[in-house]
């Protein structure tokens, strides 16, 4: 069967090589000039390996979706480490997620692990049941915390407070009372050996795969007997019932000849000043060895590239309405961050995808048997 695949990113990219693998031609095409989607990543002009769309770290706990790209790249062990900077003017900043070296250095504690889970007891605001991310942060660290380190990071980048938001947004940052300062605790934490653009260049590098970047999905023009479509389900079905609020960011990148190393980990962040979130120094990510250094600033805005779904009751409503349209479709799927209007990370995406491509090609390995 002739497949479109519209969407170079880890949704499209990872459908088109498992179909490729099992026989089936296809067609890529992508609106940008380049393929990888949001993980693209491209030296800059001194050389320094840069992510176009900010920083992006891999992390999982799936062996599936490690063994599959693992195909495509070598992997450089790293761990993703935050720090956060609550008022800038004293420019103090503390580990982030909130664990127990951020509780002693903020309050002037010594407390030991049982120490701080006692403290945090005392200041939790306990809610049941957790619908806002307001109940999760409330709930799991208290007011004085929320608002030094969430609300106002919150704000910033969706334009909503906490409670406006679902759970699942502040879920994704536990609260530990131990010393762990990685951001995420997953199994596998790496980086493609040679970047993210190389590793999808491996990827959809197959002879039954063809991709067009610089061309935008077009009905009139684009007919296939399959149609898997990763960019926003509401423009797919011409806004017919509203359009799904994503929010988009302006990446300010900066590359710094005075200094080789600006900050201390990958990624500082800025709750309460500034336009922007957070910094990223590249080369905590990637290992890179050179005299200058690269950053990226992180503003977040309404208008543009639709880089996030925003979790909010209101809005999930509306997705299930376009849900209701893709469901009845038998030859057009939707896979993806904004194909499904899920805060997805990369590897969700990958396993997604592979699920997918799993129920398309059931029936063939059924025809193949019989
Ligand atoms: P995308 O990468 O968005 O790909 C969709 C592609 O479809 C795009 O290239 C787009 O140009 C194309 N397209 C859309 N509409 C059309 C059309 N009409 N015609 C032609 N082409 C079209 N995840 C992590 O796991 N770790 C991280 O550290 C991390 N950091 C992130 C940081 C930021 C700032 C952002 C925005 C995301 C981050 N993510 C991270 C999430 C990650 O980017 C996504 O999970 C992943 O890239 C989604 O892949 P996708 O294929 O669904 O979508
Ligand atoms: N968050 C926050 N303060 C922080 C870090 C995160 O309030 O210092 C909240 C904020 O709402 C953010 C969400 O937690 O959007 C998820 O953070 P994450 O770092 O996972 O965001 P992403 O990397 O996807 O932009």
Not at 91 to 114: K, S
Not at 307 to 330: D, G, M, S, V, W
Not at 334 to 356: S, T
Request: with cysteine; charged share 25%; glycine share 6%.
């Amino acid at each position: 069967m002739d497949t479109l695949i519209v969407g170079a990113g880890f949704a499209g990219a990872t459908c088109a090589r498992r179909l490729a693998d099992a026989g089936h031609p296809v067609r890529v095409i992508d609106k940008r000039p380049h393929i990888a989607g949001n993980a693209y990543d491209r030296p800059n002009e001194h050389g320094l390996l840069v992510h176009e769309y900010g920083p992006h770290i891999f992390h999982t706990n799936s062996d599936k979706v490690v063994d599959f790209l693992s195909r495509f790249t070598a992997w450089r062990p790293y761990e993703h480490r935050v720090l956060a900077v609550p008022d800038a003017a004293s420019g103090e900043a503390y580990p982030m997620p909130i664990n127990r070296r951020t509780i002693n250095a903020l309050y002037g504690l010594d407390l030991d692990e049982a120490g701080v889970a006692a403290f945090l007891e005392r200041v939790r605001e306990p809610r049941e049941p957790l619908r806002s991310s307001e109940d999760v942060v409330l709930n799991s660290v208290g007011r004085d915390l929320c608002e030094r380190f969430f609300r106002g990071y919150t704000r910033k980048q969706w334009g909503l407070d906490l409670a406006e938001l679902s759970a699942g947004v502040a879920a994704r940052i536990p609260t530990r009372c131990n010393d762990d300062d990685r951001y995420f605790t997953d199994r596998f934490q790496a980086m493609p050996q040679d970047g993210y653009t190389r590793m999808f260049a491996r990827l959809l590098d197959h002879p039954r795969i063809q991709v067009e970047t610089g061309v935008a999905y077009d009905p009139a023009r684009h007919a296939a007997e399959r149609l898997i479509f990763t960019g926003p389900i509401d423009e797919y079905y011409g806004h017919r019932h509203g359009r799904l609020p994503y929010r988009s960011l302006r990446f300010e990148h900066e590359h710094r000849t005075d200094c080789d190393r600006f900050q201390p980990v990958g990624t500082v962040n800025y709750p309460n000043d500034h336009a922007y979130t957070r910094i990223t120094e590249f080369k905590h990510l990637t290992g890179q060895v050179h005299g200058g250094t690269a950053l990226v600033r992180e503003y977040p805005c309404d208008d543009g590239e639709p880089y996030y779904p925003i979790p909010r009751p209101a809005n999930e409503a509306l997705f299930k309405r376009y849900q209701a349209l893709a469901e009845a479709e038998t030859q057009v799927h939707f896979i993806g961050r904004l194909a499904q209007y899920r805060y997805y990370n990369m590897d969700q995406v990958v396993a997604a995808a592979l699920a997918l491509c799993e129920r398309l090609l059931q029936p063939s390995a059924a025809a193949l048997e019989a």
